[in-house]
């Protein structure tokens, strides 16, 4: 059963930094790429970064590209996301991801969020 709790979420003024945490547990964690997304109120939620499992690759949107960075520690089970140079428009709630493969399945599974408020 994939269980992902995200943590480190708060309340930062502009230009601020954060750094997310998503403790996975349920899975093999080495195999599964991570994703963050991030849900603003009154919009869908939006696809934020993700790092593979094989050679540990990131990717960003392009919104973020350049102020976030996504990382792992497999021995932990645990995806970060650092967040610098925040902006009002990354307020939302973040979310953690898990996408993975067994026995020809995919698999998923999404944590409960942590909430990111960006304001002076």
């Known amino acids: 059963q994939v269980q992902l709790v995200e943590s480190g979420g708060g309340l930062v003024q502009p230009g601020g930094s954060l750094r997310l945490s998503c403790a996975a547990s349920?899975?093999?964690?080495?195999?599964?790429?991570m994703n963050w997304y991030r849900q603003a109120p009154g919009k869908e939620r939006e696809w934020v970064a993700l790092?593979?499992?094989?050679?540990?690759?990131?990717n960003y949107a392009t919104s973020v590209k350049g102020r976030f960075t996504i990382s792992r520690d497999n021995a932990k089970s645990t995806v970060y996301l650092s967040m610098n140079n925040l902006k009002p428009e990354d307020t939302a709630v973040y979310y953690c991801?898990?996408?993975?493969?067994?026995?020809?399945?995919?698999?998923?599974?999404w944590g409960q969020g942590t909430q990111v408020t960006v304001s002076s």
């Open positions: 991801n898990a996408d993975f493969w067994e026995q020809g399945t995919r698999v998923g599974g």
């Open positions: 790092i593979t499992a094989i050679g540990n690759i990131p």
């Open positions: 349920g899975f093999t964690f080495s195999n599964s790429r």
